[in-house]
């Protein structure tokens, strides 16, 4: 199959370490060109410089996605670098794990400004250029827990729901220009996020996965570079779940 990513611009924010250093790494491979964004610089240049060391083309920017003046900078020291951003991938983001009863305003606050409003930023400061170039893909990571709801991730789950939702809306104002816009939907990945909160649960949680694994990072990585590809040119409003079962809606 042709991806056609050879010479694209893919922009992945959060890029530094587990899902998004993955998809940075896979863009690479296609032969995109690569901006690694990450509000902790040291992995973001880790991440490009490991691109750069295979033969690939990278840079590293710091950037914390909720600060819509950061985020304006990070977008046009890409421009100013490659030109264009033809992909935008929303992968920033975080989460705390505590029932709702026992969370404040400040978690609820942290939630949903990384989560939603950092990928609306992101969003924002690229959608004109797209628009005007008429080409584009933006792919933001979701969560299973935006479809189902999860225990002690009531924010979260609010937020990703979100991030579904914005983006079937956005999908719809953009086709007309030839931008894609979709959603991946992961299932419990092995990433230090992931694994800090299951503790002494993974094996527990793994027997409710049909394939009885948890997911790697790449497994998401390969379904993001699918949906920014031209392989997916007819595929929009969407949200892939890449979960290995566990849920199925």
């Known amino acids: 199959m042709e991806l056609n990513l050879r010479g694209k611009v893919a922009l992945i924010t959060g890029g530094g370490q587990g899902i998004g250093r993955a998809i940075a790494l896979a863009f690479a491979n296609e032969g995109a060109r690569v901006a690694v964004a990450d509000k902790n610089p040291a992995t973001a240049a880790d991440v490009a410089d490991e691109i750069n060391q295979f033969g690939g083309e990278a840079i590293s920017i710091q950037a914390d996605v909720t600060d819509e003046a950061q985020v304006r900078a990070m977008v046009d020291k890409v ?20 029932f709702f009863a026992q969370s404040t305003r400040k978690d609820w606050d942290i ?43 009531v924010t979260y789950s609010a937020a990703k729901a979100g991030i579904i939702a914005f983006s079937k809306a956005l999908a719809k104002e953009l086709g007309r220009y030839g931008i894609n816009v979709n959603s991946v939907s992961p299932g419990t990945i092995e990433t230090p996020l992931a694994m800090g909160l299951l503790g002494d649960n993974v094996d527990q949680v793994v027997k409710s996965y049909a394939i009885r694994r948890l997911g790697k990072p790449e497994d998401i990585a390969n379904a993001v570079v699918f949906l920014a590809s031209d392989a997916a040119s007819f595929i929009t409003g969407q949200s892939l779940s890449v979960n290995g079962g566990y849920s199925m809606a």
């Open 79 to 98: 421009l100013t670098e490659f030109g264009q951003i033809d992909i935008l991938v929303n992968n920033a983001g975080t989460a705390f794990h505590k």
């Open 111 to 153: 939630d949903i400004n990384v989560n939603l409003l950092g990928a609306m930023n992101c969003a924002s400061a690229v959608v004109q250029h797209m628009i005007d170039r008429r080409y584009g893909k933006i792919v933001s990571i979701a969560s299973d827990a935006g479809k189902i709801g999860e225990a002690r991730l």
